[in-house]
């Protein structure tokens, strides 16, 4: 297992690189960049003016020799003095060709300095640290509950399959399932956040004004208060996979010859079910256990995050992204990715602990 563990660990190096080169590469033909953005600032043009005006990451165009852009190449540089452009280019790091910067990004990744933002005066880890709470907080509350249904209702379903709770509560999970969380979202706001009938439930934010002041057991309740909604958008389409998957997989270890071997000897249902059949259904949904993590932190909530107006790391990447905020941009990617991998192996790691018998070292 050692081995195994060493060489996933050592695979992730090329994963890294390879994800990143990807994306720079597509940042590079994607219209608008910071330089062009800003440029267009002085022009007093607004953001998506720059996005029109840039051909590239590089934010450079093509230009003839009679072009007013003098020779910054920058059409957003209209008037503007050339040193000027030429200053703007050196505070991003632009004065530089694409596969210098790249590799200068590498270095700085390599010891965990992911540079500051270009639009905001603090630095990439600082702006991580101030979301990431509020991403973990909605992140692990969805995750706990989504477990906490699937799976007693999907050993249930599996135990009653055929029967009329399980035909009853399959339309439950379907509808739940067909309907998205962003949709569902803007349903809850309108019934229960002073969209159209009841102002129940605050529509933004994770805590009140006053919340400083409360006592520990206001604390508690203005907090679950404030996290209600957005926990139950996130719960609603993930609980419905996770169910469908448990009762799945408890169905087919319950066919298998072990448990007719086991009910021979005399065990009781429950010492079946929970001695041997649990123990083996729970592998394929501990696997998922991983996945499940890294999409509810880091992208599943994303549009949740902008319509309960919470800033957490999915608005903050979202804006990253429409900014051209190159550094935020590619340190939550790297971030993001290397924290994906990691949770990967550790589902294997699980998979062991649970199963002694799986033994990965022995695969090819």
Not at 4 to 20: A, C, D, S
Not at 27 to 51: C, F, H, M, N, W
Not at 199 to 207: D, N, V
Not at 328 to 346: A, E, N, S
Request: aromatic share 12%; with cysteine; glycine share 10%.
């Amino acid at each position: 297992m050692t081995a195994y563990l060493v060489r996933r660990l050592l695979l992730i190096v090329p994963t890294l690189l390879g994800i990143l080169i990807i994306n720079f590469a597509i940042i590079q033909a994607a219209p608008g960049g910071p330089v062009e953005r800003t440029l267009a600032r002085l022009q007093g043009l607004d953001g998506s003016a720059a996005s029109r005006m840039g051909s590239g990451g590089g934010d450079m165009i093509n230009t003839t020799s009679g072009s007013t852009s003098g020779s910054s190449g920058y059409r957003g540089a209209q008037g503007l003095p050339p040193e000027l452009v030429a200053d703007i280019e050196r505070q991003y790091g632009f004065d530089k060709p694409a596969s210098e910067r790249f590799v200068i990004m590498l270095q700085n990744y390599l010891r965990f300095d992911f540079g500051s933002s270009f639009f905001r005066d603090t630095t990439v880890i600082n702006l991580i640290k101030e979301k990431m709470p509020v991403s973990i907080s909605i992140g692990l509350w969805s995750t706990l509950l989504i477990y906490l249904i699937s799976i007693p209702l999907g050993i249930r379903k599996a135990l009653h399959s055929g029967t009329q709770f399980d035909l009853w509560t399959s339309s439950v999970i379907i509808i739940g399932y067909a309907i998205p969380g962003f949709l569902f979202a803007i349903l809850l706001i309108i019934l229960f956040a002073g969209g159209s009938y009841w102002q129940w439930f605050p529509m933004q934010g994770l805590t009140s004004e006053n919340f400083d002041t409360l006592s520990f057991g206001g604390k508690l309740l203005d907090y679950a208060w404030h996290i209600a909604l957005p926990t139950l958008c996130l719960t609603i389409g993930g609980f419905a996979t996770l169910t469908i998957l448990t009762k799945n997989s408890f169905l087919d270890e319950i066919g298998k010859q072990y448990v007719m071997t086991a009910r021979a000897k005399g065990l009781s249902e429950r010492q079946v079910l929970y001695g041997h059949v649990f123990r083996n259904a729970m592998l394929i949904i501990i696997a998922g256990l991983p996945a499940t993590l890294l999409g509810v932190f880091f992208s599943g909530a994303l549009l949740i995050e902008v319509i309960f107006n919470l800033d957490g790391l999915g608005l903050l990447s979202f804006e990253a992204v429409l900014n051209r905020d190159y550094p935020v941009m590619f340190g939550t990617l790297w971030i993001f990715t290397l924290t994906g991998l990691l949770l990967k192996i550790l589902s294997d790691v699980v998979y062991t602990l649970v199963d002694p018998r799986i033994d990965f070292a022995s695969r090819s």
